[in-house]
């Protein structure tokens, strides 16, 4: 497998905290893509992020590409009860290949 | 701009059963998916096109699923006799090139009994 974690992880948090959420990855990539998938819908793409940036903004959204630990990170600040939803890593399967394999997610639950 | 839409958004079939599965991605994308959600796990892709021709179909179990989408528009993903092992949720989705960002449909949960 692509991921080293294999198993959907699970979070559960009040409304207002931060969150870290990880991936550590197995073959090297220079692109991580993340998703969050909300009950009932498809992913949608959060953030994508290249080895050149190291970090990546979006919003409350905080993206980080370690390529010598092989691992990447998204944090949330300030999360709302709105955040609640499955959260997935992705990274192509090769080096420039488009066949992004996606990991075993982390589910988040924000108690309002 | 509308999004990509799949039908039917449920399915219930005994094993043996056949069914298909319909997409329609976003206007003007030329790259389709088709992936696999097995429950609590994160998509896997099965096939992908680029207009009417497959670019990757290695992870399409050939003997009992297929894929077309023949004037590089809509598409459809066919289970020739299903399994209980393909109970899961079959998203499809599409991007304006490979290597675009990709938009998911909402998905069609199948239940094989």
């Known amino acids: 497998s692509q991921w080293g974690e294999e198993n959907l992880q699970a979070l559960s948090i009040q409304e207002g905290e931060d969150v870290t959420m990880n991936c550590s990855y197995k073959?090297?990539?220079?692109?991580v893509q993340w998703y969050r998938q909300k009950s009932g819908k498809g992913p949608a793409q959060l953030i994508l992020?290249?080895?050149?940036?190291r970090e990546k903004r979006s919003g409350r959204l905080r993206a980080t590409l370690d390529t010598s630990s092989q691992s990447s990170s998204l944090s949330i600040t300030g999360t709302l009860a709105t955040d609640t939803a499955v959260y997935f890593c992705?990274?192509?399967?090769?080096?420039?290949?488009?066949?992004?394999?996606f990991g075993a997610g982390t589910r988040l639950k924000v108690i309002a | 701009e509308a999004g990509v839409t799949q039908s039917p958004r449920y399915a219930v079939l005994q094993e043996g059963q056949a069914v298909s599965f319909w997409c329609d991605p976003i206007s003007g994308h030329d790259t389709l998916y088709w992936y696999q959600q097995p429950r609590d796990q994160g998509p896997q892709l099965l096939v992908y096109f680029r207009d009417e021709a497959v670019i990757d179909n290695s992870q399409l179990p050939s003997d009992r699923f297929s894929a077309v989408r023949p004037k590089g528009t809509n598409s459809t993903l066919k289970i020739q006799s299903a399994k209980q092992g393909d109970t899961a949720t079959y998203l499809c989705a599409s991007s304006h090139r490979v290597g675009t960002e990709v938009f998911f449909g909402k998905g069609t949960r199948l239940t094989v009994v």
């Open positions: 992705a990274t192509p399967l090769n080096t420039g290949n488009y066949k992004y394999v």
């Open positions: 073959t090297y990539t220079t692109v």
């Open positions: 992020i290249r080895s050149n940036e």
